[in-house]
């Protein structure tokens, strides 16, 4: 590999990187890694993850082409934010949709978690507690996964605790705004998620803690 890339800058020209880890063997052995997304490439990768790793790409990367960052996609993680923040000020920070769709689905639970108190406070049929507590995987799985017994589970839960359901259609929403961008186009995109939004603020339920 040495030899291969001899005389050869993996760094230049970097517009739009993505930066994330990746877990390896047992016990939580962890690389990061920067990929290109303009040539899909793998550019820079090394051993560990937290503040120190990003730093070490930034340094290798300078200054002068950090500035020319335009998009930098990453997940959640405060140490790549930070990190990016501190480095290319400028560029527009992306999350994956994976994490965001995980975090809708933990608020998702959370409420799920609170119709079951609820209903233990309140209900006088123990059951009704019982089956919100069962409605997990139900809650969770994507539509299409769905077996029939879980959708029996949805139809229930639309009728018997209609803020657990919008909490639901919620996370369902969110899912579907990054599977139009997938298959139609960005504006169409923009435009959904621009509804999801005022649709939940119109809620008034907390998406997040």
């Known amino acids: 590999m040495a030899d291969r890339d001899a005389g050869l800058d993996r760094l230049a020209g970097l517009r739009r990187i993505g930066i994330d880890e990746i877990s390896y063997r047992k016990g939580q052995r962890y690389m990061t890694v920067v990929v290109d997304h303009h040539t899909r490439q793998v550019v820079w990768m090394a051993d560990g993850h937290g503040r120190a790793v990003p730093e070490a790409f930034f340094t290798a990367l300078g200054p002068k082409r950090a500035a020319k960052l335009t998009h930098v996609s990453a997940d959640g993680a405060r140490w790549i934010a930070d990190t990016v923040a501190a480095h290319a000020p400028q560029a527009v920070r ?116």
């Not at 018997?160 to 899912?175: F, I, N, Q, T, V």
């Not at 298959?183 to 005022?198: H, I, M, N, P, T």
């Open 94 to 209: 992306a999350m994956d949709p994976f994490h965001v769709v995980a975090w809708a689905t933990e608020a998702l639970d959370a409420e799920r978690r609170a119709a079951w108190n609820r209903a233990r406070r309140q209900a006088r049929d123990a059951g009704t507690a019982r089956a919100l507590k069962d409605s997990r995987f139900a809650l969770w799985k994507n539509p299409e996964d769905l077996t029939d017994r879980q959708q029996a589970k949805l139809t229930w839960i639309a009728t018997s605790d209609p803020r657990l359901h919008r909490a639901y259609l919620l996370k369902e929403g969110l899912r579907t705004v990054f599977a139009i961008a997938r298959e139609q186009d960005a504006g169409a995109a923009v435009d959904a998620l621009d509804r999801w939004l005022s649709w939940a603020q119109r809620s008034r339920m907390p998406l997040s803690e």
